[in-house]
């Protein structure tokens, strides 16, 4: 641990939500000097009393010299950053950022090149692994950008996650994160249609899950979401809103190169009819309940 804090510069945290909470707690466990902005002053008075300093944007762009966002979207990105009272307008040469949102490859891109010409270093890294892998400290990065600035963030990396990877260019790190969602919610999705079709048939969901679980159907998505959905919790642990907004920024991306995308376009509408029906704060393991709908059973007895 003492290493660890004496290789970490002072760091700025902006987003302290259901993922950048726990993220931003492992880095003071790990003894880094942090400054913590959000907009909910609870939770900032919170990590105040584990020992981060609470700072505005501008004097996280002042005192930092490694910064990391971790935000709902790529306007409030752009906003915290380059805004009115932004990191940017204090912002020092040299400082490394680092975004942890789940954006488009073209906006982490419009970060990149702006902050270069501040020179700046930009790392577009968002992650995969939900709530519980924050928790615990092992999720994976996937990131994109300069070796060099993603060598600076090595420290942060070991502390946050189990896995760190530098894919390409600026912008790859993100195009990666839209790869993992893809398959992570059709995944879900098919899970949800079968575990309805089991139960309608009147076979215990439980024990076909466990029945199936360690053959070539099992994954880490059934394991983490059936036991969900035949619960029935839905508490979030990665928001269908958060998905939503994901999966259309994966439509918007695949337009923009023409790449047809004809299950992930069915999977968006899914989503969109769950928005409708006032489901986007339930867990993504919800997206059962679009099938449950469908077919007129409910996959738990609870």
């Given amino acids: 641990m003492e290493g660890r804090k004496n290789k970490m510069k002072k760091t700025g945290f902006i987003g302290l939500g259901i993922m950048g909470r726990p993220m931003a707690k492992n880095l003071l466990k790990a003894g880094c000097d942090l400054y913590v902005y959000d907009l909910n002053e609870v939770v900032v008075n919170e990590f105040v009393e584990l020992g981060a300093k609470s700072a505005t944007l501008k004097e996280i762009g002042e005192i930092c010299e490694v910064i990391f966002t971790i935000l709902p979207n790529g306007k409030i990105v752009q906003d ?3 805004g009115k009272d932004g990191v940017c307008e204090t912002i020092k040469e040299g400082t490394i950022v680092c975004d942890m949102s789940s954006v488009t490859p073209t906006e982490s891109k419009t970060c990149y090149t702006k902050l270069k010409e501040m020179n700046v270093g930009f790392i577009d890294s968002p992650v995969s692994g939900g709530e519980p892998k924050a928790i615990d400290g092992t999720l994976a990065f996937m990131a994109g950008g300069e070796q060099q600035y993603f060598d600076g963030l090595k420290e942060y990396f070991d502390v946050m996650g189990s896995s760190a990877l530098l894919i390409g260019e600026s912008g790859s ?6 790869a993992n969602q893809i398959i992570v919610n059709l995944t879900i999705a098919t899970i949800s249609e079968a575990l309805v079709l089991v139960k309608k048939a009147g076979a215990d969901p439980e024990k076909v ?27 979030p642990g990665g928001k269908i809103s958060i998905n939503h ?15 047809p995308l004809p299950l992930t376009s069915q999977l968006f509408e899914i989503l969109q009819a769950l928005k409708v029906s006032g489901h986007m704060n339930d867990d993504h393991s919800g997206i059962v309940q679009y099938f449950e709908k469908l077919a007129g059973v409910k996959v738990s007895d609870k």
């Fill in 80 to 82: 915290v950053l380059f």
């Fill in 173 to 178: 790190g993100s195009v990666t994160k839209l």
């Fill in 245 to 259: 907004k994901d999966i259309k920024n994966v439509m918007a991306t695949a337009h923009d190169i023409d790449v």
């Fill in 209 to 235: 899950y466990q029945a199936i679980r360690g053959g070539l159907a099992g994954s880490t998505v059934l394991d983490a979401k059936a036991p969900m959905m035949i619960e029935g919790n839905f508490k």
